[in-house]
């Protein structure tokens, strides 16, 4: 029996951009190694005082949110493998687990150094809602799956996940701001908000057309 061409089509593109969807999340997951490797005034820790980056509370904050939020986008984007689930459920339950603490502790950090973000009140404000949302996602999510509300659970880590991805867009939007502007600081406090809110849309939109289909991921 002949296939249809459009069917094919469209089987390779949602492969072609899973996959891409997988190198940018695994790519910004690794991206925490090179405060690990080169000197710390690197990247966003450029704009941070000496005094800000000799604080012990401080840094336990900044490396507990890059290294587990890191791991988090690493291994978050396998979740949506319908094949991974379908094969071997204990593998999607156990790399759950770990994102969920992941999260838990990322945010947590997150939301600390929120508070001490570049750029004032508005930088502020806009990452700390993230974290906010981030943890809040996360925890709906991880309780849903353990109430076995299964539809509820996968929507709510769209959500999550979508927080999550939020590491990547920032990188792809502050380069561009800064630019635009000409400097820094007003285009990290747009990113601040413009890296999570434009992501969630999508994360709803993504849902609605899951919603109206009753399809399951």
């Known amino acids: ?9 469209s089987v390779i593109l949602k492969k072609i951009s899973y996959y891409t969807f997988g190198v940018l999340c695994v790519s910004i997951g690794l991206y925490p190694i090179i405060y690990f490797v080169i000197d710390r005034k ?3 820790l450029a704009s941070k005082t000496d005094t800000l980056l000799s604080d012990v509370l401080w840094n336990f904050g900044f490396y507990g949110h890059i290294v587990f939020g890191g791991l ?3 291994i978050g984007w396998l979740q949506f493998s319908r094949k991974i689930r379908l094969k071997n459920l204990k593998i999607h339950k156990n790399i759950g687990k770990v994102y969920v603490v992941s999260v838990l502790i ?6 600390y150094i929120a508070s001490h973000a570049t750029g004032g009140l508005i930088s502020k404000v806009g990452f700390g809602s993230l974290a906010i949302v ?4 996360t925890f709906l999510g991880y309780r849903f799956v353990l109430e076995g509300k299964i539809i509820r659970h996968q929507y709510f880590m769209i959500y999550s996940y979508a927080a999550c991805f939020s590491a990547v867009t920032l990188r792809i939007w502050l380069p561009i701001l800064s630019a635009s502007f000409g400097d820094f600081i007003p285009a990290y406090r747009i990113v601040a908000w413009l890296c999570w809110i434009p992501n969630l849309i999508v994360a709803y939109l993504i849902i609605q057309y ?3 289909r009753n ?3």
Do not use: R
Request: proline fraction near 3%; charged fraction near 15%; aromatic fraction near 6%.
């Open 1 to 9: 029996m002949k296939q249809d061409p459009l069917i094919n089509k």
């Open 42 to 44: 690197f990247g966003l």
């Open 72 to 74: 988090a986008l690493l």
């Open 106 to 111: 990322s945010g947590t950090c997150g939301l």
């Open 134 to 137: 981030w943890l809040t996602t």
């Open 210 to 212: 899951l919603k109206k």
């Open 215 to 217: 399809l399951s991921l």
